[in-house]
């Protein structure tokens, strides 16, 4: 059985260190993002599954074992199932610690938009709200309510087309649970502190989930319609990102005309 429990925990921790470096090495995520975000939530939960079964058959094992029959193995699996439970007591308050300031960010921006909103557009499963600002500002925010937002500015900037696409851009971010994405990335990347593997999967992270956000308004509207407001929108607010993002639209749309 002791091998077994750290089968377990030595996997789970591999994932931790290995994961992060293979999703964010070369190019190939830039293309498939929403499968790559897909391996990284796989391999985030299978982590924790493991390291919760890991935890279960330690202590279940060292509690089963009779007095008498106390040896290394028992004393090596209880010894296993209190640090196990002591690391885990760490990553929740990591968590814990890791959110509380993204949440009351969020919170804080949220009150300040919905002071300023002038017209909401309840749909299906999101609430559209639409809010006095001259800046060029789109988000979604996971509420009671999945709630997209978008600015005046922003409406006067773009075609209705234009805006459709980006609507559907920040849907996206909603129904793929993207908001979830990037608190794990900020928690694993806090959890392994200054190695560049951390780092670099926040920074992966955050352009994953525009690019896989992107490739569904993409579908879901018109490729054209979304590239010519990340156009618009990285030209006004210089946002080289979004210019980077847009040529990618304009190209993979090229290349499904050539081939056809």
Known sequence: MLWWVLTCFGTATALAFVAPIVLTKGHWHVRRPRLAL?????????????????????????????????????LTLSMLAWVGLLALGAVTALIYTANEPLV???????????????????????????????????????????????????????????????????????TQRHGLALRIAHVNSVALGALRAGRELRRASLLLVELAADDAS????????????????????????MLARAQRLTARTNATRAAA
């Open 38 to 74: 897909t391996l990284w939530f796989g391999a985030f939960f299978t982590g924790l599954g493991l390291t919760l079964l890991g935890l279960i058959l330690s202590a279940t094992t060292a509690v089963a074992t009779p007095k008498a029959e106390t040896g290394l193995e028992s």
């Open 104 to 174: 009351e960010i969020q919170k804080s921006t949220v009150s300040h938009l919905e002071s300023a909103s002038y017209q909401r557009i309840h749909h299906r499963d999101y609430e559209l709200i639409l809010f006095h600002a001259a800046e060029l500002l789109a988000c979604a925010v996971p509420l009671k309510h999945a709630t997209v937002f978008i600015s005046s500015g922003l409406r006067e900037a773009l075609t209705d087309t234009e805006l459709d696409a980006v609507i559907a851009h920040e849907h996206a971010h909603l």
């Open 218 to 241: 993409a579908k879901a509207t018109s490729p054209t319609a979304l590239a010519g407001a990340l156009t618009t929108m990285g030209t006004q607010l210089g946002d080289a990102g």
